[in-house]
């Protein structure tokens, strides 16, 4: 029978700083999308303390609804304690931890204004325009899945392009991400 993956459990410390007062900050595991802690912004801070895989991927947001635009700061789970600003949306700590934060950052700022604009418009008015934005949301992908092509030469010798996996599978698809693997360019 084949031995199950051993996984290392590592503790993760997280301080934060938000304008946020008296708002909940979640903590989640974004290797499956679940919340694992939450807390109140209090006197413009934070903090999170546990345990979690090594390297799982992790963010924190102040809102779990998908229908509630907000930025989610991410950061991987690397022995070092991250201290997460959520008012400029930048994480101190590990190098890689601060570059995965502004690669992220670099990636999906080219959808916010987007994305702004479909929530200031009505049903009537998306379904009216819908030819125009899919076009505009098809460009913006582009130079989206461009970006994670870079980062994937960039930074190949770590974990960060794991975080822009959904990014590379749209451009290129599963054969070619399985390929990317089988070579060593994504740490998994």
């Given at each position: 029978?084949?031995?199950?993956?051993?996984?290392?459990?590592?503790?993760?410390?997280v301080d934060g700083i938000s304008d946020s007062n008296g708002k909940t900050v979640y903590l989640k595991n974004l290797n499956n999308e679940t919340c694992i802690d939450s807390t109140i912004v209090t006197d413009g801070k934070f903090s999170f303390q546990g345990s979690l895989e090594k390297y799982a991927l992790m963010g924190v947001c102040t809102s779990l609804?998908?229908?509630?635009?907000?930025?989610?700061?991410?950061?991987?789970?690397?022995?070092?304690?991250?201290?997460?600003?959520?008012?400029?949306?930048?994480?101190?700590?590990?190098?890689?931890?601060?570059?995965?934060?502004?690669?992220?950052?670099?990636?999906?700022?080219?959808?916010?204004?987007?994305?702004?604009?479909?929530?200031?418009?009505?049903?009537?008015?998306?379904?009216?325009?819908?030819?125009?934005?899919?076009?505009?949301?098809?460009?913006?992908?582009?130079?989206?899945?461009?970006?994670?092509?870079?980062?994937?030469?960039?930074?190949?010798?770590?974990?960060?392009?794991?975080?822009?996996?959904?990014?590379?599978?749209?451009?290129?698809?599963?054969?070619?991400?399985?390929?990317?693997?089988?070579?060593?360019?994504?740490?998994?």
């Amino acid at each position: 029978a084949d031995n199950p993956a051993i996984v290392e459990i590592m503790n993760y410390s997280v301080d934060g700083i938000s304008d946020s007062n008296g708002k909940t900050v979640y903590l989640k595991n974004l290797n499956n999308e679940t919340c694992i802690d939450s807390t109140i912004v209090t006197d413009g801070k934070f903090s999170f303390q546990g345990s979690l895989e090594k390297y799982a991927l992790m963010g924190v947001c102040t809102s779990l609804r998908e229908d509630d635009y907000h930025w989610e700061v991410i950061f991987f789970n690397d022995e070092t304690p991250v201290t997460v600003n959520l008012n400029d949306s930048t994480v101190l700590g590990s190098p890689q931890n601060v570059r995965l934060t502004i690669y992220d950052k670099e990636v999906e700022c080219l959808s916010d204004d987007y994305f702004f604009k479909l929530l200031s418009m009505t049903e009537e008015e998306i379904e009216a325009n819908k030819d125009e934005l899919d076009k505009e949301g098809e460009e913006i992908l582009k130079k989206q899945i461009a970006i994670v092509d870079r980062i994937y030469i960039e930074e190949r010798e770590t974990f960060i392009p794991v975080a822009f996996a959904y990014f590379y599978l749209t451009g290129h698809g599963i054969e070619a991400y399985d390929e990317l693997q089988k070579e060593g360019v994504i740490i998994s």
